[in-house]
């Protein structure tokens, strides 16, 4: 268990920048969630924490001491890949155990923690098996076993839910989350998906071409996005933009404003047709186009009657809930 | 994934027939017919001119198997085959350890070194019998400034030596275009993950790609050790003819030799069927470890 530190950490292939210059304190135990659309530079800065890929510029601490040059190795650092990685031809066991038979840990506590880790993970009837006999959530499991063995300092995760189905992710999501708890390992966890950003990160940092356009709290960077990418990353359905001119404001601003904050009602300000409805069950989007075809989405309670589809309506919303951002998607205060 | 196969069915008899027959017809003419030819001749020995055969039985193989110099030649073969296959498959694997990490320049390496394998037994043979000539040899006279007296034509050892670089060299291309492909189809991030669990080079190769190349591996060697049975014919002809004292006389060379040499039909023939038998056994000890597939 330690403290992350990244210092202006900068990357470049040749000529081409894809990392420039990402800067965080990680607290001891904390939950961080790198999260961005993909090409953004996510997943090659987990691999430079992970020292597979060299740090151009910058550095990288793991509980306060200096790791640029180091080897994978001797980081203290657990990585659990996409797509796995087991050792195909090891049993459960033995691609658990790999990394402490390396180390010369005693047999016995090599079992000892292995079986630890097989009871935490529900993998004990599966000790014995080959990876390939195993379902995509075993498989998961094995390859967090192999983390949790060696007691790291900081857990790795490359986007280790995406080949999952989607109803095994959000179960696979609470247990990773419940067990990083229990263990308390500070964890760094890519992923380009917003839900499991929203939802696992103590903080995230939101990638967008190489930059972090955000890190804060999930909450906080939902209700305050600092550029218009994060509000339109973060949050699904997306925020709606919104031409200022449209408004009768400045041709140099865009409104952000999220799906769940705009209402419909005669009176309202903004006309708009209603293209399509979707029933969600507790809740119903309504998507509409305006006048300049830009396209809005409302979020609104399914108690509220459905909007007659190709029909004309108008749009409300409280002034206190619109981001104004510049035509470079940077926020402007209000 | 077995049911899922698209079949496709005819109708009569005669449209497939017709399509299989060309398969059918070189497979009787070169391999059942000559091979019948060889299991009957083996029962018989005829006369120097051809004009009548004796039949005795197994006699031909009982002979065999109690000449000295027919059991000395397989000592040959072994020691010869295990050699080739050594010395091909172990520079092959080291060259492709060094492919599979190149990312600049990997085509032209590959390309290069896939042309030996384009050049035909005899003409590599040709091609090493100059380089190690023993008067006008360009190795041998550079082995000669070096206080070395290079005479593969007396010196059994040397010829062994000779024939075996020559045969292994042509195989090394084969061999490490089947290593590369093997390397390259193990997943990256499963090194990765060895490395960040603390195993460096040689411990991640002898525990992970090592066991994960085994099927490619035994393949070669089934196969390698077969090219180093027959193919192998034409380097021992032009290099060596099978000398000195029959030194680098391997099974498939005493085939020739006795037979077409040696004039005695009856025995070359009985040694023909012997090598299908060995072959036979090398075949089917491999389908059965390939079904198994080693891992996986």
């Not at chain 1, 300092?153 to 959000?170: G, T």
């Not at chain 1, 031409?243 to 708009?272: C, Q, W, Y």
Request: glycine share 8%.
């Amino acid at each position: 268990m330690a403290t992350l530190t990244l210092n202006n950490v900068k990357k470049s292939f040749g000529k081409t920048d894809v990392i420039h210059g990402v800067s965080i304190d990680v607290d001891d135990g904390e939950f961080i969630v790198i999260v961005g659309p993909s090409g953004c530079g996510k997943s090659t800065l987990l691999r430079m924490v992970a020292g597979l890929e060299t740090i151009t510029d910058g550095e990288v601490q793991i509980g306060g001491r200096r790791v640029n040059e180091e080897e994978p190795m001797a980081r203290d650092i657990a990585m659990v890949f996409q797509n796995y990685a087991l050792y195909p031809h090891m049993s459960v066991f033995d691609n658990m155990a790999y990394g402490l038979k390396i180390a010369k840990v005693e047999k016995s506590e090599i079992a000892d923690r292995v079986a630890q880790a097989a009871k935490l993970l529900q993998l004990e009837p599966y000790l014995q098996r080959k990876p390939r006999e195993l379902s995509g959530g075993q498989r998961q499991r094995v390859a967090m076993g192999r983390a949790i063995v060696r007691k790291p300092a900081v857990f790795l995760f490359d986007e280790p839910l995406s080949n999952l189905d989607a109803k095994l992710r959000v179960q696979m999501r609470l247990e990773i989350r419940a067990l990083q708890r229990e263990l308390g390992v500070t964890s760094l966890y890519v992923t380009h998906d917003q839900v499991e950003a929203m939802t696992m990160a103590d903080r995230m940092i939101v990638m967008n071409g190489g930059v972090a356009d955000q890190i804060g709290k999930p909450l906080e960077v939902y209700a305050n996005p600092a550029t218009e990418f994060v509000a339109g990353f973060i949050g699904s359905p997306p925020t709606n933009f919104i031409p200022g001119t449209l408004l009768g404001r400045s041709s140099d601003i865009k409104i952000g404003i999220r799906p769940e904050h705009v209402t419909i009602s005669e009176n309202g300000s903004l006309k708009a047709r209603v293209t399509y409805c979707e029933a969600l069950g507790a809740e119903t989007l309504v998507h509409l186009i305006s006048a300049d075809r830009s396209k809005i989405t409302v979020r609104q309670d399914a108690v509220l009657p459905l909007p007659v589809e190709g029909a004309e309506v108008g749009l409300n919303w409280a002034q206190a809930n619109e981001m104004n951002f510049d035509q470079a998607g940077n926020r402007l205060a209000v | 994934m077995g049911h899922m196969e698209k079949r496709v069915t005819f109708k009569g008899i005669w449209l497939p027939l017709l399509l299989v027959l060309p398969q059918i017809l070189i497979t009787a003419i070169f391999f059942f017919y000559p091979a019948g030819q060889a299991i009957w001749q083996s029962l018989f020995i005829p006369d120097p001119f051809g004009l009548s055969m004796q039949w005795v039985g197994l006699g031909n193989f009982e002979y065999l198997l109690s000449d000295r110099y027919y059991r000395a030649s397989f000592v040959t073969t072994a020691v010869f085959s295990i050699l080739v296959t050594v010395v091909s498959m172990g520079v092959a694997l080291y060259l492709a350890i060094l492919a599979d990490r190149l990312i600049k320049g990997s085509g032209t390496y590959r390309t290069l070194l896939i042309w030996p394998y384009a050049v035909a037994p005899a003409v590599a043979g040709v091609l090493w019998l100059f380089m190690f000539n023993t008067r006008v040899g360009v190795v041998t006279w550079y082995l000669g400034l070096l206080g070395y007296d290079w005479n593969h034509v007396l010196n059994e050892g040397e010829a062994m030596g000779l024939v075996v670089v020559a045969s292994a060299w042509g195989r090394i291309s084969y061999n490490f275009l089947f290593f590369l492909a093997g390397l390259q189809a193990i997943p990256r991030s499963v090194i990765e993950a060895a490395a960040i669990d603390g195993a460096h080079f040689w411990t991640r190769f002898r525990t992970i790609v090592f066991p994960l190349l085994s099927p490619t591996t035994f393949f070669l060697l089934v196969v390698n050790i077969i090219y180093a049975f027959f193919e192998t014919f034409g380097v021992i002809h032009t290099i060596t003819s099978g000398g000195p004292q029959q030194a680098t006389t391997i099974l498939v060379y005493k085939v020739y030799s006795d037979g077409f040499v040696g004039q005695d039909l009856g025995s070359s023939a009985a040694q023909s069927v012997i090598l299908l038998v060995i072959v036979s056994l090398l075949t089917v000890i491999q389908f059965k470890y390939i079904e198994r597939r080693v891992h996986y």
